[in-house]
């Protein structure tokens, strides 16, 4: 392999980490966001990529076809904890905090009733986000995995040796062709559309619960909850209506003018 | 570039102001700024164009920066150039429905341009959303419109390439909107989500392995900070649009109302181009060409790029095409 072709994407992969502590501030140096986060996915890339690249031009056929296949596995491993909608809140749903326990089908009586059916319907809108999420998740695995086998046939034969610094970029723009193309067909199917819808829906209804907690709090404490302002913008809103009908009763129609080319005389603004 | 310039360009074009052409506010209402444009060449003394832009991003997209904006384009061909800015939705706002925006906000813009210039009438540009939205009006107040421009605006929102629509066909979007507004961040993963492969990694990899120099850079920060720049969504509105277009596909079906009053877009004659971006995967191509078999409009124009949806605003090809597409297609009306 070309040591300059190495050095330049060692220097790319150098590139996505930070370089002070202010830039660490700016962009997520702690490698949790911003282009800091990217620094390892490089450097594993150009790993990955070397050692394909080696064994494709150096190896016999079926060991440059394992080579392929290790390298494709090895990107589908990569993308798959990736973070979507579903596992970062799309709906108010929180993906990553324990459901609350269980509180069973058991009939809700007695003077906290209505508190006993709300949690059990926030028990069950959490059991649904998680089902939705682990079916998500199965769908991007899957497309994962197709995206994987449809790299890997396109790697075969053993690529040429040879390889410039283009070639390694086409590799990588190749994966992501890939893994488009293999997501679209996902995404587009009934069982990915059902599970997204789900997630959503259930998420809904989870935050709905919620907010009729924390609204049955604040009456309490006597602070003033959504309900109240979204009663009050309501009204404001009917006020605001009657007075732009009285307003707009009152003045002359604008079409008045029959003209349809500027005025001579230039208007003000 | 070295690394440390390269994340100094990076820490500085951050802090861009996007935007670079002259502008005058000329009217408001609540959030809304209504922009006119200071001419940059010789004003060819037609009717003004005001351009209706989406409501789930910002307009400055369309005047990002000298090199790429259809705002400087069209001033440089001479067009009196109008901008509607919806600012951005709050909580006091999540009861503004489809008929405020176009009926209260839309039709206030319309009407204070018309009374300024003492006209009767002018020309629309709709974008993305915005089309939708100017169709409306057009076939609301007809004699306010004399010609209707729509670009990369989806009109069939059930074509078998649109995903978006797909995605949300089986969403409970009232118990989605829940009265309050919609989080443009949630929708800005969602968009991310139609390919997350090119939006999330590819792009940012090609900006690094491009060894960019501080213009490209800052073409790129931009950008990025358009795209993350998405205000949230006023609920009713929201919903009200997901429902009707993309869950029910009423413009094709003949059944969208707004304030009570039917929209037919059978009953729109006036002129109209059609600008489509070939390779855009929010609107498909599909979504915007059935316009033509729903209008009873016998000046209708279709122009095709190949471009995709963000392409078509600020590609060094749609500087050079769709500005003057959009001048030579105005000139004779």
Redesign the interface.
């Known amino acids: 392999m070309d040591r300059d072709l190495w050095r330049q994407w060692q220097e790319l992969a150098s590139l996505w980490a930070p370089a002070t502590p202010d830039s660490q501030a700016r962009f997520g140096g702690d490698g949790a966001l911003g282009l800091g986060s990217f620094k390892d996915a490089a450097e594993r890339f150009t790993t990955a990529a070397r050692s394909f690249l080696d064994g494709a031009a150096d190896a016999s056929a079926p060991a440059a076809g394992e080579a392929a296949r290790a390298f494709s596995e090895f990107l589908r491993e990569q993308f798959a904890d990736y973070r979507l909608p579903w596992s970062s809140g799309i709906g108010a749903g929180s993906s990553n905090s324990a459901p609350p326990p269980s509180m069973g089908d058991s009939p809700a009586f007695g003077a906290t009733r209505e508190h006993q059916q709300r949690w059990q319907r926030m028990t069950e809108a959490s059991r649904r986000i998680d089902a939705a999420q682990r079916r998500l998740q199965r769908l991007w695995s899957d497309a994962l995995r197709e995206a994987a086998a449809a790299f890997a046939a396109r790697l075969a034969p053993p690529h040429p040796s040879g390889v410039s610094a283009e070639a390694l970029r086409k590799l990588y723009d190749a994966w992501i062709d890939c893994a488009e193309e293999a997501y679209a067909r996902v995404a587009h199917g009934d069982a990915f559309c059902n599970a997204l819808a789900e997630y959503v829906n259930a998420s809904s209804q989870w935050r709905r619960e919620l907010q009729a907690g924390i609204e049955h709090l604040a009456k309490l404490l006597d602070l003033p909850t959504r309900s109240e302002i979204n009663t009050l913008t309501q009204r404001l809103k009917s006020v605001e209506q009657l007075l732009r009908a009285a307003q707009n009763k009152r003045k002359p129609r604008v079409a008045a003018a029959s003209r349809t080319r500027p005025a001579r005389r230039k208007a003000k603004q | 570039m070295t690394?440390?310039s390269?994340?100094?360009a990076?820490?500085a074009a951050?802090d861009g102001v996007a935007g670079c052409s002259q502008k005058?506010a000329?009217w408001e209402s609540g959030k809304l700024r209504l922009y006119?444009y200071r001419p940059i060449a010789r004003p060819t003394?037609?009717?003004?164009l005001l351009i209706v832009y989406a409501l789930v991003n910002r307009p400055y997209m369309l005047d990002l920066q000298e090199d790429r904006s259809l705002i400087r384009g069209l001033l440089a061909q001479g067009v009196d150039v109008y901008l509607i800015d919806w600012g951005y939705p709050d909580?006091?706002d999540?009861?503004t429905t489809l008929a405020d925006y176009i009926d209260?906000y839309l039709a206030g813009c319309v009407?204070q341009i018309?009374?300024?210039?003492?006209?009767?009438?002018l020309n629309l540009l709709g974008v993305c959303q915005g089309g939708v939205l100017s169709l409306c009006f057009a076939a609301l107040h007809p004699?306010?419109v004399?010609n209707l421009i729509t670009m990369v605006t989806p009109v069939d929102f059930h074509t078998p390439t649109d995903?978006l629509s797909?995605?949300?066909?089986?969403?409970?979007i009232a118990?989605?909107v829940?009265?309050?507004n919609v989080s443009g961040d949630?929708l800005n993963?969602?968009f991310l989500?139609?390919?997350?492969?090119?939006l999330t990694?590819?792009k940012?990899?090609h900006l690094?392995?491009g060894s960019p120099d501080r213009a490209q850079i800052e073409n790129f920060m931009r950008v990025e900070q358009w795209i993350f720049d998405s205000p949230d969504q006023a609920g009713a509105a929201f919903r009200e649009f997901v429902t009707w277009f993309y869950q029910e596909n009423r413009l094709v079906q003949n059944c969208v109302a707004i304030g009570g009053r039917k929209i037919d877009l059978r009953a729109l004659r006036l002129p109209m181009l059609n600008l489509i971006g070939t390779r855009d995967h929010l609107v498909p191509p599909n979504a915007s060409l059935a316009l033509q078999r729903l209008v009873g409009s016998a000046d209708y124009t279709a122009l095709e790029f190949d471009l995709g949806h963000i392409g078509m605003y600020i590609s060094a090809r749609a500087q050079r095409e769709v500005p003057a597409a959009i001048a030579n297609w105005l000139a004779p009306r």
């Open positions: 690394e440390a390269f994340y100094a990076l820490a951050s005058d000329v006119r003394g037609g009717v003004p909580g006091a999540r009861l209260d009407n018309l009374k300024a210039r003492r006209l009767s009438a004699q306010r004399r995903l797909k995605w949300v066909s089986k969403i409970d118990a989605w829940n009265n309050g949630a993963q969602l989500s139609l390919m997350p492969f090119r990694q590819q940012y990899m690094l392995a």
